[in-house]
C-alpha cells in the first residue's frame, strides 16, 4: 500500500552534480492522513511496573502532545516560516553504477561578512539538518565579525534523513557518505573547507556522526583541511599497544596532577568516569544501541505507520541524550514531522549499518594528520550522577564518559581543546555557541598557518 506523496518532485531526473533550490511541501491528502493516523492511535494501557525505577512512562508527556498536534499545530505555516528561513538546496550526485543520482538536502547560507571560511556541519544523528535551521545566523552572521569569525555555512542532511534520498542498498554508507559531502563542499566553490560535527561520539548513535567525519579527515585532508569534534570516542592508551603513553597516564592519575599532557580537570572527570562505568558495566541493554538498531525492518514498519510511534520515538531519544531544554510542545512536534513527512527508514538503515558494518573506526594514516579542534565534556564531582533522581535516567546516554583530548594525539595534530564544564544534552538545541567557538578556534589555528580557507573569496574577487 503506498502513501500519498508528501512532496512535490521533478519530473525530469537531475543530473550528476546538479544543485537546485528546494522548498518543503506536503500534500493536503498527507496531512489529512497523518491526521487520521492520530486520531485512531492506540496506547498501551496501563501494566504493573515492575520496575518503577528504572522504566520511562511516556504517557503524562505523549497524550497532551497528540492533543496539541491534532487540535493547533498548523503544519503548512510551519512549512511556510521554515522555507523562509534558510536557503534550502537539494544535490544530484551518482552513487553507483547501476541507479540513478542520490539527492541530498542541505542548508547553504553564505555570510554576508569579509573573509569567511566555508565550514560543514554534520547535524547530530538522528535528527534532520531543518530541526536546527535555527543555528544557521551564529556561523554566518556573527554580531561581531571582527572578534568571531563567519562562515559560508553547510549543513546538509545525511542520505536517508529528512529531505535527503537513502542511499542504494549496494554502496557502503559511512565510506560513500563522506565521499558525498566531499563532493557537495566542491560542488559549492569549496576547494578547501573545515567541517564539524556537533554531537557526542561516545554514544551508540553518536558514533555514526564520528565514522563518517572521521572517514571525511582520513579520506579527504587535500580538501578538508580540519576537524572540530565533539566528544571523540577515543580509548585510553593500552601498555601493550603503546606503553610510553599508558604510563604517562598511570602516573598523572597515580599523582592527581596536571602533568605530561593532562590536566587536572581531566585527572578529576577520569575519576568520576571511571565511577559511572563501574557502575552501569551491566546495563547495555539500555542504551539506544539495543533500541531496535540492529534490525531497522522492526522499526522501520512501525514507526512509517505511526506518527505517535515517531514522536514517542524522539521523545526517548531527548531524554536519552540527558537534554536539559524545556522544548516546547511545537518544537517536538516539528521535529518529529520533519521525519515523519519523508519517512523514517533511510535513517533507520543508516543506524543499522553503522553497527552492523563499520565497527571499526577508520585508522588515520600518520602522513594524513588533520588539524583538529577537541572540544570535551568536564565533570569533577559524581555526586549529580548519583542524586535522587538518578534512579530515574538510569537509561540516560548523558551517563558521564571522559574522553581525555590527550589521547587524540596519535590520530590527528591536535591544535586546540575546549573543556566545558556539565552535561552536553543536546548540544546544537541547548548551546550550539559552544560548536561555534570550536569550528572558530580550529579556523584561527588553520589560517595563522594556511590561507587557503581564504581562496573562495580569492577567486571570487578576480572574477567579479
Known sequence: MSQPTQSAEPTTPAADGEIKEYKIHASSKYLELTRQKLELARLPREVPDANSKAWWNPKPALEPLIDFWLEHFAWKEHESEINESVPQFRISIQTSATEGPTRMHFIHARSRHPNPVPLLLIPPFPFTNLSFRHITDIFANPNDPDVDQPFHFVMPSLPGLGFSDPLPSSVHTVSKTAEMLDTLMKQLGYRYYIASNSGSSITPKG?????????????????????????????????????????????????????????????????????????????????????????????????????????????????????????????????????????????????????????????????????????????????????????????????????????????????????????????AWERPQIIADGARNLAKALLAVDKRLYEVERRRGRTA
Open 207 to 427: 558514533s555514526i556522526d564520528w565514522k563518517i567525519i572521521n572517514h571525511l579527515a582520513a579520506s579527504y585532508p587535500g580538501s578538508c583541511l580540519g576537524v572540530h569534534l565533539v566528544s571523540p570516542p577515543w580509548k585510553a592508551p593500552e601498555a601493550r599497544k603503546n606503553p610510553v603513553e599508558w604510563l604517562k597516564l598511570t602516573v598523572a592519575k597515580s599523582l592527581k596532577a596536571g602533568i605530561l599532557g593532562y590536566t587536572k580537570e581531566d585527572i578529576a572527570s577520569l575519576r568520576t568516569s571511571d565511577r559511572q562505568r563501574a557502575k552501569k558495566k551491566d546495563s547495555d541493554m539500555t542504551t539506544i544501541g539495543a533500541f531496535g538498531a540492529y534490525d531497522p525492518n522492526t522499526l522501520a514498519y512501525a514507526l512509517c505507520d505511526s506518527p505517535t510511534g515517531l514522536l514517542v520515538f524522539f521523545l526517548t531519544l531527548i531524554r536519552m541524550l540527558g537534554s536539559e531544554k524545556e522544548f516546547t510542545a511545537t518544537e517536538l512536534v516539528t521535529i518529529t514531522k520533519l521525519t515523519w513527512l519523508p519517512g523514517p527508514e533511510g535513517a533507520l538503515r543508516l543506524w543499522a549499518e553503522n553497527d552492523i558494518l563499520a565497527r571499526e573506526e577508520a585508522e588515520l594514516k600518520p602522513s594524513h594528520r588533520v588539524k583538529a579542534a577537541i572540544t570535551v565534556f568536564l565533570t569533577d564531582d559524581g555526586a549529580s550522577q548519583d542524586g535522587p533522581d538518578s534512579a530515574q535516567k538510569t537509561d540516560s546516554l548523558s551517563s558521564f564518559s571522559y574522553v581525555c583530548p590527550n589521547w587524540g594525539k596519535q590520530h590527528y595534530d591536535v591544535v586546540w581543546t575546549g573543556r566545558i564544564q556539565g552535561n552536553q544534552g543536546l548540544l
